[in-house]
């Protein structure tokens, strides 16, 4: 079945870079998706790309995504207080169904 | 202001009880979804439901009931056959299941 992981856990500095890993196992996944999640709220769609893409950037953002090794990531530019959050990596299927990494919690430290 | 809620924010259950969630939508999507979240763990599917009147079990169906009678509306109940319903409860839509996922901001489940 289909299997997206992640690390739990992610501490940086303000100001700097922070990079967060996910991997997946479906060959067949059409979009990948970072979703954003603060506490006690739902979760804020940041950005997604389609499967045959390899880097999308957007402001602040950067999703690579190399399919050959099912491994996606995020990369945040010039992290900030505010980037403090729990932040989920989710891979949809051929079936329109969406998968969820167990989400990395992103500590910026002042 | 269009978006998804969810109501109540906090919900307590008592043993034996069954209680109801809710999800509204005013973005005209056709697509609804309920998910589950626990500490540390991904977000799993109880239920979705593409069209009105029609409904799909997802991963985590078993103690969980549904209805979608309202194109804005899909209520989650949390059955008494439910034995460990304590997480926090995440609805979503999409205009149909090819598109992006929105979130509502979540009802968190406790048990008395």
């Known amino acids: 079945g289909e299997d997206v992981e992640q690390s739990l856990f992610l501490s940086v500095r303000e100001g700097d870079s922070s990079v967060i890993n996910c991997t997946y196992t479906?060959?067949?996944?059409?979009?990948l998706y970072w979703y954003k999640q603060e506490p006690g709220a739902g979760l804020q769609l940041l950005t997604y790309?389609?499967?045959?893409?390899d880097m999308k950037q957007d402001q602040r953002l950067t999703v690579l995504l190399n399919k050959k090794d099912k491994h996606l990531s995020l990369r945040i530019a010039d992290t900030q207080t505010g980037d403090s959050a729990i932040y989920f990596c989710?891979?949809?299927?051929?079936?329109?169904?969406?998968?969820f990494g167990t989400g990395t919690r992103l500590t910026v430290i002042p | 202001d269009g978006g998804i809620t969810q109501s109540p924010k906090y919900l307590f259950r008592k043993e034996g009880q069954n209680v109801t969630l809710s999800c509204e939508q005013n973005?005209?999507?056709?697509?609804m979804y309920w998910y589950r979240q626990d500490p540390g763990q991904g977000l799993r599917l109880i239920y979705y439901?593409?069209?009105?009147?029609?409904?799909q079990k997802g991963d985590i169906a078993e103690g969980y009931s549904v209805s979608r009678e309202k194109k804005e509306s899909f209520p989650l109940t949390v059955t008494s056959a439910q034995k460990n319903p304590t997480a926090f409860y995440l609805c979503a839509s999409n205009r149909d299941r090819q598109e992006t996922q929105y979130f509502g901001p979540g009802t968190r489940l406790l048990v008395l």
């Open positions: 479906d060959s067949s996944s059409t979009y």
């Open positions: 439901s593409q069209i009105v009147n029609d409904f």
């Open positions: 989710a891979e949809k299927t051929g079936a329109n169904n969406l998968f």
């Open positions: 973005l005209n999507h056709d697509a």
């Open positions: 790309i389609f499967s045959n893409m």
